[in-house]
């Protein structure tokens, strides 16, 4: 998919993360093209992946405030 498409089908913030998740910096030249070998399912299965990281972060986050 092209970074183009994927923020049409998932929206610019979830283009932000895939960006952030791939380089975690601003080289996105290199990342547009390893979007380009992404098919949408696997865009969306990365997506989920990331949800999953963020959601174990938060909770990880709530127990060390206990």
Do not use: C
């Amino acid at each position: 998919m092209t970074p183009e498409e994927i923020e049409s089908k998932f929206g610019k913030e979830a283009l932000r993360r895939l960006y952030d998740s791939a380089l975690n910096n601003p080289v996105h030249d290199l990342v547009n093209r390893i979007f380009h070998y992404q098919t949408e399912e696997q865009i969306a299965d990365w997506l989920d992946f990331l949800d999953e990281i963020n959601a174990e972060y938060d909770a990880e986050d709530e127990e060390g405030e206990k």
